[in-house]
């Protein structure tokens, strides 16, 4: 019998949670939290805002709760300035009948507070990024004594820290989804976290038949700034190299005001999967600029047999095997990136073992995976 199988005939009697921070788009976090709500088909799901009914698609429906903080009008376009709020939203979710709690956690779902009787599981996307290694590309202004609001902000990101590495008291089981983001759970908050990758909607990419590939870089994602994504037009234009940038957000609007007339930067705001699963297979290289906790996207582009061009550091160089399914290149080094993207475009490659290697991420294996480690906690007892 399945690890899966197992899980769900154990668990069958049991009143299961599954705790999410919000969900207004379907990114990498949401497809995670679908495979994990697939998992436990009768759980009930509470998250602090958004609409999961109408944005998430999985194999059961599922009672769903928001925090008090989700009455706010329009707060899909503010809620991060709610962030203070957050440990108390979450922890106003009132679990107490529940035998299990699953949370899946890049904020504060983690910091529930589960009942004594309850085992809680977390699986980690990455610690609360806004407060820890990640606070100054959010809050880029310097702390000043002659600036209230920074010293104001920086005072309550201080108290968040606190919080959150006490909350991560409260899990019984951390799993991250990277090792990246698991050497950070033991550098933050002194725990050891197990490693689970997540998975990739393989169906939707290796089904689609071969296309003639464009000698042009491919850029996709949340085009927000931690992700240098724009700086990554720009390289590639200085370098004579065309480039098609789509996805969403703040930083594709800067590329559209600024290389709109540039006949080398193609621009696609909000492509529809279909659209993106059509662009990994009709250019030939990926390039993914980002320092990331995991990173879903490259692993997509592979298995649509486009090579990836990642840094070495973070969750891409776990899952980019360099010379084999894609170049890494050294973050912050310039011409390392030069020289990882000429030498991408000039290759030959090998499409169907890019395929073949991202089949180690499929959805089966995901769960597989993830439900072995909740069964082992489970039978502890």
Excluded at 109 to 123: D, E, F, L
Aim: hydrophobic share 40%; aromatic share 10%; with cysteine.
């Amino acid at each position: 019998m399945s690890s899966v199988s197992q899980l769900q005939q154990y668990t069958r009697n049991l009143k299961v949670a599954v705790v999410h921070d919000w969900v207004f788009v379907r990114r990498g976090g949401e497809r995670v939290l679908e495979q994990i709500l697939n998992l436990f088909p009768n759980a009930d799901l509470y998250c602090l805002f958004g609409n999961p009914e109408s944005i998430l698609k999985t194999q059961n429906k599922h009672k769903v709760t928001t925090s008090f903080l989700n009455q706010l009008p329009r707060v899909e376009k503010y809620y991060k300035m709610l962030l203070p709020y957050f440990p108390v939203a979450v922890e106003s979710f009132n679990l107490t009948e529940y035998d299990l709690i699953v949370s899946s956690s890049s904020c504060a779902a983690k910091g529930v507070i589960p009942p004594p009787k309850a085992k809680h599981v977390c699986y980690i996307h990455s610690p609360m990024r806004y407060a820890w290694d990640q606070e100054h590309n959010y809050f880029t202004h310097p702390i000043s004594l002659f600036s209230p609001k920074e010293l104001i902000r920086r005072r309550l990101l201080s108290k968040l820290r606190v919080w959150d590495v006490a909350s991560s008291a409260r899990t019984d089981l951390l799993v991250a989804n990277s090792h990246f983001v698991a050497r950070r759970c033991e550098l933050y908050y002194r725990r050891t976290a197990q490693v689970v990758h997540p998975s990739v909607e393989l169906e939707r990419f290796l089904s689609l038949p071969e296309q003639p590939r464009e000698n042009r870089v491919l850029l996709f994602g949340a085009w927000v700034p931690y992700k240098k994504m724009y700086e990554a037009v720009e390289t590639c234009t200085q370098l004579g190299i065309a480039v098609t940038a789509a996805g969403q957000g703040s930083e594709l609007d800067k590329v559209a005001q600024n290389f709109s007339k540039s006949s080398l930067v193609r621009i696609e705001k909000n492509p529809t999967d279909q659209q993106v699963a059509l662009f990994y297979k009709t250019h030939k290289v990926l390039l993914f600029p980002a320092l990331e906790d995991f990173g879903i996207v490259p692993l997509e582009a592979m298995a649509s047999g486009c090579w990836v061009v990642a840094p070495q550091q973070g969750g891409t160089g776990e899952t980019v095997i360099n010379g084999k399914t894609g170049s890494l290149f050294e973050l912050g080094d310039a011409s390392s990136l030069e020289s990882a993207l000429r030498k991408a475009l000039e290759r030959d490659v090998d499409a169907e073992q890019l395929k073949m290697h991202a089949q180690s991420y499929s959805h089966e294996h995901f769960a597989e995976d993830f439900a072995d480690r909740i069964l082992t906690l489970l039978e502890k007892g």
